[in-house]
């Protein structure tokens, strides 16, 4: 079961497979105005410069970060205005009421 998990992913899986991709969102949730250098977002996620190389691609690709307009070397924000985004505050906001239930 776990092999056709792997080979015909849910999107949920997709988003969730490396922890990476949940602290670089979580730390671009936590500062929605900043603009990120990729070693910027590696250290306040806590994660390697590789993992963000290595998953910034499939952010960009939800939309969930946009590449800050004119900025060179490239900077990164959350993209606060996509609905994703959106649905991911509300999904952390019913986590953390359930939990203080």
């Given at each position: 079961m776990?092999?056709?998990r792997d080979?015909?992913?849910s999107g949920w899986r997709i988003l969730t497979q490396h922890s990476s991709v949940g602290y670089m969102i979580d730390a671009l949730m936590d500062a929605p105005e900043y603009h990120f250098s990729k070693s910027e977002l590696a250290d306040l996620a806590g994660v390697?410069?590789?993992s963000v190389h290595t998953h910034l691609p499939?952010?960009?690709r939800l939309d969930i970060v946009r590449v800050v307009d004119d900025s060179s070397p490239e900077e990164?924000?959350?993209n606060s205005g996509d609905e994703f985004v959106r649905e991911l505050h509300r999904l952390n906001g019913l986590v953390n009421?359930?939990?203080d239930a």
């Open positions: 776990t092999d056709l080979e015909y992913p390697s410069r590789q499939l952010l960009r990164y924000t959350l009421a359930k939990l």
